[in-house]
């Protein structure tokens, strides 16, 4: 009666409804968003999340992934739409999917698999989510059950495009809840069995997973602290999980000279993967000055320069520009009354006082700025120094509220980011990268992890990569993971 039902509403409302049949599930979608708008907000939310997360540039890699994620995307429910594959430059072991055929996968998850079949799991899994389209089903539950209120909806428009940043940070990160999850499996498991992969991969790649979610709950427990919750791909699942079994079974049975399992091609492709926190990844265009011991984060792209009587970072496209000035601190002069000292002001508009970095400060605008004048200022007491630091909009072309908006909070979050030099400013740590070599008759973890700067943990982290946690040996000949 309730599939009656919904065929039913989507008969009556499908000439305005986007009441669409869905070829992954195999029955009509009550759902407000064409595939062309799908597709549209999928691109959006993309541009978002490349444009404020760091994406691992390794081009072999990147190819790598991208080529088995078309093979499988090509073999699912909805190969005619564009998929696209992003490596996420985090150490944090996850995947997920954006909608219209976006997919994600952390370099942190990479270094922890064993072969292209245990990574086309992953992807098949997010491409599982694609397909069911469980970002816009989960969306479109979100506006109400009501007929009424799904044509409100469908008239206004709001509510089916939302806020792209907030459906990408809940649903596609965190996960859809247990059975759009576990449709998520049955898909993903069905296009790697007509991709040819074995299924069974999922359940290898879930054992791994919750091998982390075991050390990480020892750890906190050893450490007395609480231990994090995971949110990410397959977190849904108990270690033994019957239902997963059973979707994977029902995908089919490969000939065992017909799977694909590359466990070479992946160690191939994989060695030299960074681990850990990536080094090249902190921030590019902090400028570090050894002499006046301070560090300051400017805009990602600009122009640093040292000029002879204060420090100018530059916008590429030349509109905007940050200064930094040093003079002697007087004693006992509260930072406010200095700022307004300096500028010969007695008010100062959206000011605040700054206190970060143990370093006391004060910033605010200028009132009623002529031309000439920095649009935002600051002064930052350090030592005996007080550093006096200018953002200004010098192309008086892009003085439109928008952008005025825009460049002061680019100068609002470099002044927050000055602070005291630090070692690993001026000595950047090493990247540490995942390499592989055999085992021979006296190869131990415990032996390994000696020689292996990665943490306190380093046996464990060793066992973990290589898929022994909590005990075992490698067997002497038996390629595994080292850190160098």
């Known amino acids: 009666m309730k599939y009656f039902n919904k065929i039913l509403i989507c008969t009556l409302i499908a000439a305005s409804a986007g009441c669409a049949f869905n070829p992954a599930t195999n029955r009509p979608d009550l759902v407000l968003m064409s595939e062309e708008k799908e597709i549209e907000i999928g691109a959006e939310m993309h541009q978002k999340l490349v444009e404020s997360t ?17 093979k ?30 976006y997919v994600y996968i952390n370099r942190g998850l990479l270094t922890y698999l064993h072969s292209e079949a245990e990574m086309a799991a992953v992807l098949a899994h997010e491409i599982g989510h694609i397909t069911a389209r469980h970002a816009v089903r989960q969306k479109t539950a979100a506006t109400g059950a009501g007929v009424a209120s799904v044509l409100s909806v469908l008239v206004t428009g709001s509510g089916v495009v939302g806020d792209v940043a907030n459906l990408w940070s809940t649903a596609a990160v965190k996960g859809y809840g247990r059975d759009m999850e576990l449709e998520a499996d049955r898909f993903g498991a069905q296009y790697m069995y007509n991709a040819g992969y074995d299924p069974q991969a999922m359940i290898n790649v879930i ?20 231990q994090q919750t995971y949110h990410g791909v397959f977190s849904t699942h108990p270690r033994n999980d019957i239902r997963l079994q059973e979707v ?54 600009w122009k640093v320069e040292n000029q002879r009587a204060a420090i100018v970072g530059t916008a590429p496209d030349g509109k905007a520009a940050i200064t930094i000035k040093v003079a002697q601190r007087k004693d006992n002069q509260p930072a406010d009354m ?23 400060g004060h910033t605010g605008k200028l009132p009623a700025a002529e031309p000439e004048d920095p649009d935002r200022v600051a002064v930052i007491y350090y030592g005996s120094r007080q550093y006096i630091l200018e953002g200004k909009i010098t192309d008086g072309a892009a003085r439109n509220a928008e ?12 002044i927050r980011s000055f602070r005291p030099l630090r070692k690993t400013d001026i000595i950047k740590p090493d990247i540490k990268r995942v390499r592989y070599v055999q085992a021979n008759e006296k190869t131990t973890f415990a032996s390994l992890a000696r020689h292996m700067e990665i943490g306190e943990y380093a046996e464990e982290q060793l066992r973990l990569l290589n898929g022994y946690y909590p005990r075992g040996e490698p067997k002497p000949g038996e390629w595994i993971k080292i850190v160098q």
Not at 272 to 286: M, T
């Open 54 to 70: 760091p994406i691992y540039n390794d081009p072999v890699l990147n190819a790598y992934v991208e080529h088995v994620g078309q």
């Open 403 to 414: 952008s005025v908006n825009e460049y002061d909070n680019l100068f609002l979050t470099s």
């Open 72 to 101: 499988v995307a090509a073999a699912s429910d909805r190969p005619d739409i564009k998929y696209h594959f992003t490596i996420i430059d985090s150490q944090d072991i996850n995947a997920f999917a954006l909608p219209g055929g």
């Open 338 to 360: 200095a700022l307004r000292e300096v500028y010969d002001v007695r008010k100062l508009e959206q000011d605040e006082k700054l206190n970060q970095y143990r370093l006391e």
């Open 207 to 226: 054992g791994l997973l919750k091998d982390q979610e075991t050390f990480s709950r020892r750890r906190a427990r050893v450490e007395g602290k609480k």
């Open 248 to 301: 994977v079974k029902a995908a089919g049975d490969l000939p065992e000279d017909k799977k694909i399992t590359k466990v070479e091609y992946y160690r191939e492709k994989t060695d030299g993967l960074v681990y850990g926190q990536n080094a090249q990844q902190s921030e590019k265009n902090r400028y570090n000055h050894q002499r006046l011991g301070f560090s300051l984060l400017f805009p990602e792209g």
